[in-house]
């Protein structure tokens, strides 16, 4: 009889056990199943965003295969328009040589309007010069132009003007041919790091460390607005070709369109690294270009929001500045890793490398430009160099030295170039005044 109670006891035992086993393996299970469902549910998503990515790239082929035929198309229509003027020149002038032997009249001025008004190309809101850059080679102007250091350098289109941003957080307008002071503006809160001229000369930018960009006018000296919105220091700000819209560029990782006459921002773009530069490549302000602290290049649509193309690989150093020719047909990036490039701006792909032995971009924001014939590139080293480079070989063409600190930026509109270095003072570069120390190629 005990014998029989002992083994109930056990089996009760055994089957108490092997229910709670039963209950952690049914516990398992579920969860198990859960995991599962989050899986195919994860898998359902990144299938989705696949197939929307897929569609995106779909359509930006071809969106780019259509702009490409549209440049196509209106780079065709320019060239013959110019072939016919100067066709229409030269039986011009051929009439005039048959009335006139003995003399040899120009053009008149009926001829070249009756070319027709100028399409509104690239070539013609950034100013573009029918005549080839030379480069500068004389120190005309002199000046320490702030209390603090200097951290940008802009010409006005016309070049009468530059404006230049400090540390001091002011921008001063300067005279080019007396390098007089005209005007200083106010109202920025820390350091002003890019200044912006617009189209006509009559407004300013400037973009700022208090995490603002802010509009001044030029004839009362007057902001018109400030631009806040951004969460990161403002390293670069443009206006667009008609003055309409500005573009600002942040360490925020931002980039953002403004609508100047509602006042606001109308378009963020998130950009992944930090922005050390923007610009614009094309004459409606639709396509953006960007510089970043990750090293890359970027492109954005304005319209859409949306990154066109992200070129990676060109720089091991953050880029300082973007820099488009004055065609738009090239962009000009600077970097920390004291190279610079030429890309071309329909293939992405790097059309050439510049470099020099001693070359050294010496800040974060240092600026470096074109020629306003895109034959040249310009830009100041570490040690307050200035180096020419030619476009067409790499070479150096030539280097120039009258200041000592690293250059923050240069600027050249028609024969003037104007150099910027951290240490308070100012170089205007043109044809006529006591020579500084220049070293030939």
Wanted: proline share 3%; aromatic share 6%; net charge neutral.
């Amino acid at each position: 009889m005990a014998s029989k109670k002992n083994i109930i006891r056990r089996l009760t035992e055994s089957n108490t056990f092997l229910a709670r086993k039963n209950q952690e393996m049914t516990e398992l299970v579920n969860e198990k199943n859960v995991t599962i469902q989050v899986i195919q549910d994860e898998l359902t998503t990144l299938q989705l965003e696949m197939s929307k990515l897929d569609e995106r790239q779909r359509d930006l082929e071809r969106e780019n295969a259509q702009l490409l035929q549209r440049w196509l198309k209106k780079m065709n229509e320019e060239a013959d328009r110019m072939n016919a003027g100067n066709a229409f020149l030269e039986n011009e002038q051929q009439e005039q040589s048959a009335l006139s032997p003995s003399v040899q009249s120009p053009p008149s001025t009926r001829s070249l309007r009756s070319m027709g008004p100028e399409s509104p190309t690239q070539s013609n809101w950034r100013g573009a010069s029918s005549i080839f850059s030379i480069i500068p080679q004389i120190s005309s102007k002199k000046f320490t132009a702030h209390d603090a250091e200097v951290n940008t350098v802009s010409l006005s289109n016309g070049g009468s003007m530059a404006a230049t941003g400090s540390n001091d957080k002011k921008i001063r307008i300067w005279d080019i041919k007396t390098g007089s002071l005209k005007s200083t503006l106010t109202g920025c809160l820390q350091s002003v790091m890019c200044v912006s001229f617009n189209a006509t000369d009559e407004l300013l930018l400037g973009a700022s460390n208090d995490n603002a960009a802010r509009l001044w006018h030029l004839g009362t000296g007057r902001p018109r607005h400030t631009l806040t919105g951004h969460i990161g220091k403002v390293f670069s700000a443009r206006f667009n070709p008609d003055s309409s819209k500005v573009v600002s560029g942040s360490h925020d990782r931002t980039i953002k369109v403004w609508d100047l006459q509602k006042g606001y921002c109308i378009r963020t773009m998130f950009t992944f690294a930090s922005v050390n530069d923007v610009c614009l490549l094309d004459f409606d302000g639709s396509t953006i270009a960007s510089g970043h602290l990750d090293n890359n290049l970027r492109f954005w649509d304005a319209r859409s929001g949306n990154c066109v193309k992200e070129v990676t690989g060109i720089h091991m150093g953050q880029i300082t500045s973007v820099c488009p020719s004055t065609d738009g047909s090239q962009i000009l990036t600077n970097s920390r890793d004291n190279t610079l490039r030429i890309l071309d701006v329909r293939t992405y792909e790097t059309v050439s490398v510049l470099h020099a032995d001693g070359y050294k971009t010496g800040t974060n924001w240092s600026k470096a430009c074109f020629s306003p014939d895109g034959q040249y590139v310009v830009s100041g080293s570490a040690d307050g160099t200035l180096y020419y480079w030619s476009t067409r070989d790499g070479i150096v063409e030539k280097l120039v030295k009258e200041q000592t600190s690293p250059i923050v930026g240069v600027s050249w509109v028609n024969s003037t170039v104007v150099s910027a270095e951290k240490d308070k003072t100012v170089v205007i570069w043109g044809t006529t005044a006591r020579r500084p120390t220049i070293y030939e190629k």
